[in-house]
């Protein structure tokens, strides 16, 4: 009768039990509770489970005794919210845990934000979220431990609003130059072949060959002469001595004054896209205006009203538009850094040299010519035509006097005093050099260049990566001592070039190619060999 009892009851206790604590029956050890601690994480709680023995104060999780979840502010603390109890069979009923809330008293975060100038440190305390000052300015100059003088040049990042202790470095350099030219160059040549002649082109070509130099042909691009020739022209740009930059459709007189606006955008646009269809590697930059003439209207043409002016901005507008550089005839030297707009010497209005057939222009005033622009530091450009062996216009030119002033040209270009370039490459580095920065920086025992391109121009036109990425030559101090410097670029390319002194500091060049719009791109230079 007894056993009959005994057995439903220790069945009942074991269930009871078992309910609340599984490990006790296996084990025999008390139970354990679930304890549950809201922990404040900023705007949000965060349950912090602290499995807890019968009979036990729960154990409130490490770091309570202060809220640094926010970043401005810091929490003391100050009690829970109820007494901490054991749990038990009787403090904790059925399914409930046990929840514990802290209460804190909150006051301004501050952070330490450290300045460093030179080599000294300035320590601010900070409140969260608050932009810290630097309580002294870094002076503008400094010398560094070589005697070079630096400049400032801000700090190593921007200074921002504190969540954290930050340390800023004012950054020391100079600011390096973007060379006017190539290679160091003091001028540019260009010259340019008007018309498209193709047998002129291909003996200049050899020419060019020859003396080391390069040349633009001004194409007219719906010619029935240079149509009929594209594959030849192929086989000749490839030698690269020559790019063709467009002269119009069809140097019919329809850009002077009786263009409508269709005859307008056939002859500036239309003829830009015929070109860039036959030569895709070859970018069309600049507009060669057919007899230097060029209007800011158009005809209506339709009916009767032929004559109505209409005021669309005419092939000016449409050159701007489409074009980075339009070459439209005043005579005299461009300088390097052409200024934005149509006034002489301007993007819109290049001044050339006009190289031509007659009595009074001597090969002693067309090499003066190159020697002027070397003295003087320019671009000299040549409006030429083509060049033949005996000339039956005044705008072609003997290959006798051609060859005159190419040997003159080459004794400059082989001093490094001249860049004979195309007149795109020329578009190129001048336009990217007017759009660029760059800095430089003297870290352990290396000089960093940083430059940086801004892709929009000063009126308003896109210098695309794809296109103007030509590399630009940046002058750059080195410390005194070096004799050979080797840069690394971004993506590992190397380059040696020697270390030059002017006015005792020592100097090196590098090329860079302009990166993205607004990006940094560095080339790092060490010391190849030391005095
Ligand atoms: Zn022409």
């Not at 057939?357 to 622009?373: C, L, P, V, Y």
Request: charged fraction near 20%; hydrophobic fraction near 35%.
């Amino acid at each position: 009768m007894i056993k009959r009892i005994v057995f439903p009851l220790v069945f009942v206790l074991f269930l009871v039990f078992s309910a609340v604590a599984l490990a006790s029956c296996d084990t025999g050890e008390p139970a354990v509770y679930d304890v549950v601690f809201l922990m404040p994480n900023g705007d949000e709680v965060e349950r912090v489970v602290v499995p807890t023995k019968e009979g036990e104060i729960p154990v409130p999780p490490a770091g309570y005794e202060t809220d640094l979840s926010n970043v401005d502010k810091v929490g003391t603390f100050v009690r829970w919210d109820k007494e901490l109890t054991a749990p038990t069979k009787k403090t904790v009923s059925d399914g409930e845990t046990m929840t514990y809330t802290p209460v804190y008293e909150y006051a301004t975060r501050y952070y330490t934000v450290t300045f460093v100038v030179q080599g000294t440190e300035y320590p601010v305390r900070t409140a969260g979220n608050q932009t810290p000052i630097c309580p002294v300015t870094p002076p503008a100059k400094a010398t560094d431990p070589n005697g070079i003088n630096l400049d400032y040049l801000g700090w190593d990042k921007e200074v921002a609003a504190v969540t954290e202790d930050t340390i800023y470095t004012a950054r020391y350099g100079s600011t390096a130059t973007v060379l006017a030219a190539k290679d160091g160059a003091k001028a540019v040549l260009t010259i340019s072949y008007d018309d498209g002649n193709y047998d002129s082109a291909v003996w200049v070509n050899q020419q060019n060959k020859l003396y080391g130099l390069k040349g633009s042909c001004m194409i007219i691009a719906g010619r029935a002469s240079f149509t009929s020739k594209v594959s030849q022209w192929k086989t000749l740009l490839a030698d690269g001595t020559l790019d063709i930059q467009c002269h119009s459709m069809n140097h019919n007189g329809t850009t002077t004054n009786y263009g409508s606006h269709a005859d307008h955008v056939e002859d500036v646009v239309k003829s830009k896209q015929k070109l860039e269809g036959y030569f895709p590697n070859n970018d069309v930059l600049v507009y060669a205006t057919p007899y230097t003439k060029i209007t800011d209207y158009s005809y209506k043409v339709s009916g009767d009203e032929n004559s109505q002016i209409i005021q669309d901005g005419g092939t000016k507008a449409l050159i701007h538009e489409n074009y980075y550089a339009n070459r439209n005839g005043p005579s005299g030297l461009q300088s390097l850094d052409p200024k934005m707009g149509d006034d002489k010497g301007a993007w819109y209005n290049l001044y050339v040299q006009w190289l031509k057939t007659e009595s009074s222009q001597t090969n002693k005033i067309r090499t003066g010519w190159i020697d002027g622009a070397v003295k003087q530091g320019g671009w000299l450009i040549i409006l030429a035509h083509s060049v033949v062996d005996n000339p039956d216009t005044e705008w072609n030119i003997s290959k006798t006097n051609a060859e005159a002033f190419y040997k003159h040209a080459q004794t400059y270009v082989k001093t490094g005093e001249l860049w004979s370039a195309t007149f795109g490459e020329a578009v190129k580095y001048i336009r990217e050099r007017q759009n660029t920065t760059v800095t430089e920086r003297y870290e352990n025992g290396a000089v960093f260049v940083d430059m940086k391109i801004n892709r929009t121009t000063a009126d308003g036109l896109t210098l695309t990566q794809k296109v103007f990425n030509y590399p630009l030559t940046v002058e750059v101090r080195v410390p005194s001592g070096w004799k050979l410097a080797l840069s690394t670029d971004e993506n590992g390319g190397t380059m040696t070039s020697a270390v030059y002194t002017r006015n005792g500091v020592s100097y090196t060049r590098v090329n860079m190619v302009p990166g993205a719009d607004g990006a940094i791109v560095t080339t790092q230079i060490t010391p190849l060999s030391v005095n």
